[in-house]
């Protein structure tokens, strides 16, 4: 139902904001910070990995995600003249320091795997030919990838499945409330724009016709009485 969902997301976002100049660069944006941020917390999390051969793993996996975050940051340029701008995230952990480390790669693995399942959906709504559907075709194929490693990870940590599974779905809960929160703000400034706008046709009308009256008049009157008093 979730992917089914996403899907219908995607393709009315392809058929209506993603026609408008500019947007899809705005979303290939999104998507570089978001694999660049998640560079940023396998970093964090190879500090509290002792196993030598784990940590060269995650070091790997880390450097694919930088790939993908510089592939995008390659197909953006096929949308538009601008330079990409860097993203302004406050940065925090996911855990504190004493959460085990299992719980921060089952964060990671809901994100591959919602990742690869987007990615996948995009690409097959793009028509052929498009620079954006090359670039995730081919990131796709190393998603899939570390959703199959993050998974193996975790049993090799020694989680349980049990206890696996409920953070997953803890997880999603949290990132379906990120989400809303986002959607919200998005919708708040949205309806701000129509509000000043609204304000600022309303009222122009009135301003412009006091500001004709001011001007039309030879004389402007001063307040000297007030002026001195404000000089004291």
Same mark, same amino acid.
């Given at each position: 139902?979730?992917?089914l &969902?996403?899907?219908?997301?995607?393709? #009315?976002?392809?058929a209506?904001?993603?026609?408008?100049?500019?947007r899809?660069a705005?979303?290939?944006r999104?998507?570089q $910070?978001t694999?660049?941020?998640g560079?940023? =917390?396998?970093h964090?999390g #190879?500090s509290? !990995?002792?196993?030598?051969?784990?940590r060269?793993?995650?070091?790997?996996?880390?450097l694919?995600?930088?790939? =993908?975050?510089?592939?995008?940051? =390659? /197909?953006y340029?096929?949308?538009?003249?601008q330079?990409?701008p $860097?993203?302004?995230?406050?940065?925090e952990?996911?855990?504190g320091a +004493?959460?085990? *480390?299992?719980?921060?790669?089952a964060?990671v =693995?809901?994100?591959?795997?919602?990742?690869?399942?987007?990615f996948?959906t995009?690409?097959?709504? *793009?028509? $052929?030919?498009?620079?954006?559907?090359?670039?995730?075709?081919k990131?796709?194929?190393?998603?899939?990838?570390?959703v199959? *490693?993050?998974?193996? #990870?975790?049993?090799r940590?020694?989680?349980?499945p049990?206890?696996?599974?409920?953070?997953? +779905?803890? !997880?999603?809960? %949290?990132? *379906?409330?990120q989400?809303?929160?986002?959607s +919200?703000k998005?919708?708040?400034?949205?309806?701000?724009t129509v509000? &000043?706008? %609204?304000?600022y046709? /309303?009222?122009?009308?009135?301003l412009?016709?006091?500001?004709r009256?001011?001007l039309?008049?030879?004389?402007?009157?001063?307040?000297?009485?007030r002026a001195?008093r404000?000089?004291?």
């Open positions: 139902m979730r992917r &969902l996403e899907k219908i997301s995607v393709r #009315l976002s392809l209506t904001s993603w026609r408008r100049r500019g899809k705005a979303a290939i999104g998507f $910070a694999e660049a941020d560079v940023w =917390h396998l964090r #190879l509290r !990995v002792a196993d030598p051969k784990l060269a793993i995650l070091f790997t996996h880390s694919e995600e930088d790939a =993908h975050a510089e592939e995008f940051g =390659h /197909v340029k096929a949308y538009t003249d330079i990409l $860097a993203a302004n995230y406050e940065r952990d996911l855990y +004493g959460t085990a *480390l299992w719980r921060s790669l964060f =693995h809901v994100g591959e795997e919602d990742a690869t399942g987007r996948r995009i690409a097959e709504a *793009l028509p $052929a030919g498009d620079p954006l559907r090359a670039s995730l075709q990131i796709v194929e190393d998603e899939e990838g570390h199959d *490693l993050t998974a193996q #990870l975790l049993e940590l020694g989680a349980a049990a206890d696996v599974q409920r953070e997953y +779905g803890r !997880v999603r809960l %949290a990132r *379906l409330w989400a809303w929160l986002r +919200g998005a919708a708040i400034d949205s309806l701000a509000l &000043l706008s %609204a304000v046709f /309303v009222m122009a009308p009135f412009f016709l006091v500001a009256k001011k039309a008049s030879r004389f402007v009157e001063v307040d000297n009485n001195k404000l000089s004291e």
